[in-house]
């Protein structure tokens, strides 16, 4: 089994959520659904998060973008897991990833 595990067709999803994540949200992130994020206490309040699983990605970019706050992104090195190692995500995350955009960055739903 490969230990730096890499899906051609995860890669080609989650390049494609993040062009209409940046799209909605004008941002231009390049991997718009990363495990890490850093904010500070004041802005993380004013976010009110609700989803859970892979949509808090979207939700936290989207809600970022209505404060007009830019995103820094910080390249990391990691070891990719693969489903037998504990990868959990999903097409079904990837459907929910995009209703998360629409509902929050389209239509500005709190």
């Known amino acids: ?9 995860r890669i080609f999803f989650n390049h494609f959520l993040t062009q209409i ?11 718009a659904h990363t495990c890490y ?4 206490k004041e802005i993380f ?6 989803e859970n699983g892979f949509s ?13 706050l830019e995103i820094k992104e910080i ?4 070891n990719g897991r693969t489903y037998s190692e504990g990868k959990k995500i999903s097409f079904m995350d990837g459907f929910y990833a995009i209703i998360t955009l629409l509902k929050y ?3 500005k739903i709190d």
Do not use: H, W
């Open 37 to 40: 994020k850093v904010f500070s």
């Open 56 to 68: 808090f990605c979207p939700e936290v970019n989207s809600k970022v973008a209505r404060l007009n």
């Open 1 to 9: 089994m490969q230990k730096n595990f890499i899906s051609g067709t």
């Open 105 to 107: 960055g389209l239509l």
């Open 45 to 50: 309040l004013k976010l009110n998060l609700k």
């Open 75 to 78: 390249e990391i090195n990691y």
């Open 21 to 31: 994540s940046n799209f909605i949200n004008k941002q231009q992130l390049t991997d």
